[in-house]
Structures are given as C-alpha cells and as structure tokens.
C-alpha cells in the first residue's frame, strides 16, 4: 500500500518506481517471494509501479506470486464510496489490476470486503470465469467472518483459500474473543468469534495484516502512545537483545508462534525496516510459551481474566 507516492497525486515517476524496486528487492532478500496488491491501494498507483518494476526486470514474474484484492470503490465525484462484489465489477476491477501489474494472472485474487448486496452465484460466475480465462489462479477473502466464508464457500467451485484480516499484537480483538467467552470484557470486541477456528479447520490461511503495528512498538513516535505500549516495546528490545534478532522479527513471531500459523503481511516499503523482518520465523521458533503471553499481557495492559 505503500508504494506509488501521495494518495491525492495521480501521478509517478522513476522515484516511486525505484522505491517499489527497492522494496522488492528487500523483500526477496530475507525470502519473501508473495506481494499483496489491492485495485485501490494509492488509487492504483501501488500496482502500477510494481507493474513497471515487473516489466524492467527479466525474469522476475516467475520468481513471485502475485496477490490482489477487489470490491471496494473508493468515494469519487462526489459520492461517497461503497462495495462491489457484483460480477462485472470483478471482472473489470480484476482486468485492470492486471493491465497495471503488466501481467496476464495473479496467483489470488482476494474479495476485499464483504458486500451486503452480494450475489453469491454472481461472484462464482465471475470467478469461474477468470479462472477458465487463466486470469486467476486461486481465490481468496479479507475481513470476512467464518460464516461468511462458509456461505460464499457453498456456490463456488474452487476452495478459497485465505482470509486477510488485521490481526496484531496490538489489534487483538481476533486473539481476545478465544478468551473472552462468557466475560464482561467480550463486550468490547466485535471480532466473529469462530473465525480463526473455521479457517483453520478448512486450511484457510490467515494472512495478517498491520502485523507491525505501525511501528507502535518498534520506534513509531506516532500520538497516542500508553503506557501499556511503552511497556511492549520494552519488552520487544528485551527479548530481541537476548535472541541476537530484531523487534521486529519477535514481534513477527509472536503472530506466527500461534497454531493457525499465521502468515503476516509486512506493509512497510522501507528496505531497513523489511530486511528488520528476516528472523521472523526462527524468532517465532525460540519464543517460549511464557514469553508469549508476557507479550500478549503488556500489550492489553493488565492480566488476563
């Protein structure tokens, strides 16, 4: 989401083209080989850049897989913004994420959010349709419910086959919900209790992101710090000073240390703080179970119940 400059700007340059090349080569450095794109990141800027990147470099499409996302319009002449899961919407949005990554498939396509107004056999037409055309390989969700993807899962004929949802050390409403079953406390999350549960029985894989935290816990000077987060990235430095890695990387593992084996998104397209990332999985590997919870219980700030 990062890359292709200001938001408000339609335009990019070689800056924003070198920045995308940078990131990637950073990402494949430390073995990250799956980008995560979506129609609407900087008004399409994000997937364009990439696309330029893609096409200077010989080779390099064969080496990655490609992810996507679509069903959001953004607000635009005027009106306000809305979902889209209609089919010509997928089939166009789909199109023309391609036209921008200079590429004839993406490897997932994700429905980006849930729209109230969706025809389930709409959006297996659509699927169907771009899968047959070699378009898209496999098909996937984000911030939908587990009910929601066992209802959709019924129309279609291919198995969807990840969730994207913001999950974090800080965002944990998806973590709370296990513990907070019968509990006053439970009031305060809307996470769909079951979700976790149902992608993992079905093999769903569980992409997170805002996995970092916006740097919350690993130097971000961004308002509204507590003290609960002061105390995390204390205890982030420790841990990460003990076991020769960065916070980074432990902040990572705690996500991947969990049974659903989490796979975070890393949104940031700074190289530093992408190669910062490396040591994720042997760091999620050597963290202990008391560790973890340590973790968990600095960043909510008092004990669990």
Same mark, same amino acid.
């Given at each position: 989401?990062?890359?292709?400059?200001?938001?408000?700007?339609?335009?990019?340059?070689?800056e924003e083209?070198?920045?995308?090349?940078?990131?990637?080569?950073?990402?494949?450095?430390?073995?990250?080989?799956?980008?995560?794109?979506?129609?609407?990141?900087?008004?399409?800027?994000?997937?364009?850049?990439?696309?330029?990147?893609?096409?200077?470099?010989?080779?390099?499409?064969?080496?990655?897989?490609?992810?996507?996302?679509?069903g959001?319009?953004?607000?635009?002449?005027?009106r306000?913004?809305?979902?889209?899961?209609?089919?010509?919407?997928?089939?166009?949005?789909v199109n023309g994420?391609?036209k921008?990554?200079?590429?004839?498939y993406?490897?997932v396509?994700?429905?980006?959010?849930?729209? @109230?107004?969706?025809?389930?056999?709409?959006?297996?037409?659509?699927?169907?349709?771009l899968?047959?055309?070699?378009?898209?390989?496999?098909?996937?969700?984000?911030?939908?419910?587990?009910?929601?993807?066992a209802?959709?899962?019924?129309?279609?004929?291919?198995?969807?086959?990840?969730?994207?949802?913001?999950?974090?050390?800080?965002?944990?409403?998806?973590?709370?919900?296990?513990?907070?079953v019968?509990h006053d406390?439970?009031?305060?999350?809307?996470?769909?209790?079951?979700?976790?549960?149902h992608?993992?029985?079905?093999?769903?894989?569980?992409?997170?992101?805002?996995s970092?935290?916006?740097?919350?816990?690993?130097?971000?000077?961004?308002?509204?710090?507590t003290? +609960?987060?002061?105390?995390t990235?204390g205890?982030?430095?420790?841990?990460?000073?003990?076991?020769?890695?960065t @916070?980074?990387a432990?902040?990572?593992?705690?996500?991947?240390?969990?049974?659903?084996?989490?796979?975070?998104?890393?949104g940031?397209?700074?190289?530093?703080?992408?190669? +910062?990332c490396?040591d994720?999985?042997?760091? +999620?590997k050597?963290m202990?179970?008391?560790?973890?919870?340590a973790?968990w219980?600095?960043?909510?700030?008092?004990r669990?119940?």
């Amino acid at each position: 989401m990062g890359l292709g400059g200001p938001w408000d700007s339609p335009d990019y340059g070689n800056e924003e083209i070198d920045q995308a090349a940078a990131a990637i080569e950073a990402a494949m450095g430390i073995g990250i080989t799956l980008f995560d794109h979506a129609d609407i990141y900087r008004g399409g800027k994000s997937e364009a850049v990439f696309g330029e990147v893609l096409s200077r470099t010989s080779g390099l499409r064969e080496k990655i897989e490609l992810q996507t996302k679509c069903g959001i319009r953004l607000a635009e002449a005027g009106r306000d913004g809305y979902y889209d899961l209609s089919k010509d919407a997928i089939l166009d949005r789909v199109n023309g994420s391609l036209k921008r990554l200079r590429t004839d498939y993406v490897d997932v396509l994700l429905l980006h959010r849930p729209d @109230p107004l969706m025809e389930p056999a709409e959006v297996a037409a659509a699927v169907g349709q771009l899968i047959t055309e070699g378009k898209v390989r496999q098909l996937g969700v984000s911030n939908m419910s587990g009910a929601q993807i066992a209802f959709l899962q019924e129309h279609l004929e291919v198995p969807i086959v990840a969730n994207q949802l913001e999950m974090s050390l800080h965002r944990r409403a998806w973590l709370e919900s296990t513990v907070l079953v019968n509990h006053d406390d439970a009031l305060g999350y809307s996470f769909p209790h079951g979700t976790v549960e149902h992608c993992v029985s079905n093999g769903i894989e569980l992409q997170a992101y805002g996995s970092l935290a916006q740097g919350r816990y690993t130097g971000s000077t961004a308002d509204g710090a507590t003290a +609960a987060d002061a105390a995390t990235a204390g205890l982030l430095t420790e841990l990460a000073d003990t076991k020769g890695t960065t @916070p980074e990387a432990v902040l990572l593992g705690w996500l991947m240390k969990h049974p659903a084996r989490i796979s975070p998104v890393v949104g940031s397209s700074n190289p530093a703080r992408i190669a +910062a990332c490396g040591d994720a999985a042997a760091a +999620a590997k050597a963290m202990t179970r008391t560790e973890w919870y340590a973790l968990w219980v600095a960043a909510r700030g008092n004990r669990l119940p």
